[in-house]
Every structure is written in C-alpha cells, then in structure tokens.
C-alpha cells in the first residue's frame, strides 16, 4: 500500500486573480505568486489556480450536485461567528451552519465558478 500525502488542490478560472484574492478575503488564505501562476495556501494545502481562456477547450463548470469531485472541506472553530463574518462579506450559503451530528456542525458555501466549499467545526471530545 503506497504512502500518500496531500500536495495540492488545482483549479481553474478565468479570472485567477480574483479567485485568489475571494480565497484570501473570505477563506484567509496567502497569495503566493511566482512566474507566471499564482497560488494561495489555504488551511495548510496549496490551491493552485490555473487559467481558463476562450477556446482552451475548457468547459463550463457543472451544477451541482453532480458525479466526481463534489466539494472540499475546512475545518473552522466557532463557525457560527465565521459564517456570520463571511455572510456580512456577500458570500452565497448553500446550507447555512446546522449540527448534522452530535459535535459537528456544518454549512455549504458557493465559492468562485460555483466551486462548492464545506465549512466544518468538530467538538473534540466526540471524536
């Protein structure tokens, strides 16, 4: 069984800039810009945000839900006060903030294209 670690998540855009500049304003993550890229750590991963130009053969991101990859997850502590801060910032709840089990309570947010993103906050002591 081969030993993997997380390396990155890849997205792309046709607006990199601003979708790195929505994951730095509402998500808190650092814009990292090197030659010709621009990526942003979040949450310790690196996100990295490639272009989408007309007639690249890229196609229109789906409505979800749909097959594949469905969303990413971060974690968060006292995600009321978060969805409350980003709420105020304009950001489209899919699910607001609702305990889905004992210790952990969950919301949905549409990010940029439509990329859905789970906020989540885990009581320690039900783990």
């Not at 502590?77 to 210790?103: M, Y």
């Not at 859905?116 to 002591?125: F, P, V, W």
Request: with cysteine.
């Amino acid at each position: 069984m081969p030993t993997v670690t997380w390396d990155h998540v890849h997205l792309r855009s046709p607006d990199p800039e601003a979708t790195a500049a929505w994951l730095e304003d509402i998500l808190g993550g650092e814009i990292v810009r090197a030659p010709g890229r621009i990526d942003v750590k979040l949450g310790g991963a690196n996100v990295f945000i490639a272009p989408v130009t007309a007639g690249d053969g890229v196609k229109a991101p789906p409505v979800t839900p749909y097959q594949g990859l469905d969303h990413f997850g971060l974690t968060v502590k006292d995600i009321d006060a978060v969805a409350g801060e980003i709420k105020a910032k304009g950001v489209e709840f899919t699910k607001e903030p609702t305990t889905i089990r004992p210790g952990v309570r969950i919301c949905f947010i549409r990010g940029p294209q439509g990329i859905s993103i789970e906020l989540l906050e885990r009581d320690k002591k039900y783990t």
